[in-house]
């Protein structure tokens, strides 16, 4: 059984993590790439195994970009073109846990805000776990959605200081090898560590991360999160161009607005099509800034297109590496995917 383990950060590290851009600390919180950063990315990727294997791993592994791997992703995706085309059933996130039975899940929680602290790494990974739950679930995946409190692993990973943000590739360390720990054990207060956890901390391997790093620049980085998102994918993400707000395109879809700066870590996931324009779902962690419009999506999030994705990835690779997440359990205990319960679209959605 794998257990955390982490070099103790030197002074100049430390220092950087509790105290990067205090302007920036009480709402965001993601810290680019250093060299302690790049060497848990190195170490990560060396035990990368082939995406075929990830069946037949006992732990969730960290899974290396191939061929395999963009077969398989292809063929995700056509099937999810045929989901649509055919109107079998709808997999935003969303609309799956709206729709879900109660026997299937433990809270209707799916985004909300990371309040006072610089949790955005945090709150950006188990976001991206609950969106790939769900979306597998209407998949067919014989999976619970359980929520997670994302304070914990991020804490963790952090030496359980509340202080500062984190790295990228050292939440993806955490996520794969930590898991995660959810709300019915830990509770739901993400502003201070639950006393209880280490008595979950065996708990917290069953909700672990197989993860992918998408190790790409500027628009081949922004096709390869695309590709992911129309194959079901969802990935976290680190980056400095920030969205300020949200605007209704020619297409009447709710799209951000990427202006200005910041430190921070988003997810996305969710994609569509729509007169023939591609769009991707980006996920924050601020609460309801952007509203919902008559498509009924969650207030936390807005769709990108290519032109404004290729903007927003622009910066990612001075935090490192996104990665794709695959949560434990979704392809380990089942291979075959076929619906088992039709999940509606929202009533004024666009095709």
């Given at each position: 059984?794998?257990?955390?383990?982490?070099?103790?950060?030197?002074?100049?590290?430390?220092?950087?993590?509790e105290?990067?851009?205090?302007?920036?600390?009480?709402?965001?919180?993601?810290?680019?790439?250093?060299?302690?950063?790049?060497?848990?990315?190195?170490?990560?990727?060396?035990?990368?195994?082939?995406?075929?294997?990830?069946?037949?791993?006992?732990?969730?592994?960290?899974?290396?970009?191939?061929?395999?791997?963009?077969?398989?992703?292809?063929?995700?995706?056509?099937e999810?073109?045929?989901?649509?085309?055919?109107?079998?059933?709808?997999?935003?996130?969303?609309?799956?846990?709206?729709?879900?039975?109660?026997?299937?899940?433990?809270?209707?929680?799916?985004?909300?805000?990371?309040?006072?602290?610089?949790?955005?790494?945090?709150?950006?990974?188990?976001?991206?776990?609950h969106?790939?739950?769900?979306?597998?679930?209407?998949?067919?995946?014989?999976?619970?959605?359980?929520?997670?409190?994302?304070?914990?692993?991020?804490?963790?990973?952090?030496?359980?200081?509340?202080?500062?943000?984190?790295?990228?590739?050292?939440?993806?360390?955490?996520?794969?090898?930590?898991?995660?720990?959810?709300?019915?054990?830990?509770g739901?207060?993400?502003l201070?560590?639950?006393?209880?956890?280490?008595?979950?901390?065996?708990?917290?391997?069953?909700?672990?991360?197989?993860?992918?790093?998408?190790?790409?620049?500027?628009?081949t980085?922004?096709?390869?999160?695309?590709?992911?998102?129309?194959?079901?994918?969802?990935?976290?993400?680190?980056?400095?161009?920030?969205?300020?707000?949200?605007?209704?395109?020619?297409?009447?879809?709710?799209?951000?607005?990427?202006?200005?700066?910041?430190?921070?870590?988003?997810?996305?996931?969710?994609?569509?099509?729509?007169?023939?324009?591609?769009?991707?779902?980006?996920?924050?962690?601020?609460?309801?800034?952007?509203?919902?419009?008559?498509?009924?999506?969650?207030?936390?999030?807005?769709?990108m297109?290519?032109?404004?994705?290729?903007?927003?990835?622009?910066?990612?690779?001075?935090?490192?590496?996104?990665?794709?997440?695959?949560?434990?359990?979704?392809?380990?205990?089942?291979?075959?995917?076929?619906?088992?319960?039709?999940?509606?679209?929202?009533?004024?959605?666009?095709?």
């Amino acid at each position: 059984m794998r257990r955390w383990i982490r070099k103790e950060y030197n002074e100049h590290q430390k220092h950087r993590r509790e105290n990067i851009d205090a302007s920036l600390l009480l709402t965001h919180g993601c810290v680019p790439m250093d060299d302690y950063a790049e060497e848990v990315l190195e170490s990560l990727q060396s035990t990368a195994v082939a995406f075929t294997t990830l069946w037949e791993s006992g732990q969730m592994p960290v899974l290396k970009h191939g061929n395999d791997f963009v077969e398989w992703r292809n063929n995700q995706i056509r099937e999810n073109e045929k989901l649509v085309s055919e109107r079998i059933t709808c997999t935003l996130p969303w609309q799956v846990l709206k729709h879900l039975d109660a026997s299937r899940k433990e809270s209707d929680r799916l985004y909300w805000s990371q309040q006072s602290l610089p949790s955005c790494m945090g709150h950006a990974d188990a976001f991206a776990h609950h969106s790939s739950t769900l979306y597998w679930i209407a998949r067919g995946a014989p999976l619970k959605y359980c929520p997670i409190n994302p304070l914990v692993t991020w804490a963790i990973t952090k030496g359980g200081s509340l202080r500062g943000g984190q790295t990228v590739s050292e939440m993806a360390k955490g996520a794969n090898q930590i898991g995660h720990f959810i709300e019915r054990l830990v509770g739901t207060n993400n502003l201070a560590m639950p006393p209880n956890y280490k008595q979950f901390l065996d708990e917290a391997l069953k909700y672990q991360s197989a993860i992918m790093f998408l190790d790409f620049r500027g628009e081949t980085l922004c096709n390869e999160i695309f590709a992911c998102c129309a194959a079901g994918l969802s990935v976290a993400v680190g980056n400095s161009n920030a969205v300020s707000g949200s605007t209704i395109d020619r297409n009447g879809v709710k799209v951000a607005i990427v202006s200005g700066s910041w430190a921070h870590a988003t997810h996305f996931t969710g994609y569509r099509k729509v007169n023939g324009t591609e769009y991707v779902g980006w996920v924050n962690s601020h609460g309801a800034r952007y509203k919902s419009s008559d498509e009924g999506e969650p207030a936390d999030m807005c769709w990108m297109d290519r032109a404004i994705a290729t903007r927003f990835c622009s910066t990612m690779h001075q935090y490192g590496p996104p990665y794709a997440v695959f949560p434990e359990s979704v392809t380990v205990y089942d291979r075959s995917f076929y619906v088992k319960q039709q999940v509606p679209w929202p009533n004024a959605w666009r095709f």
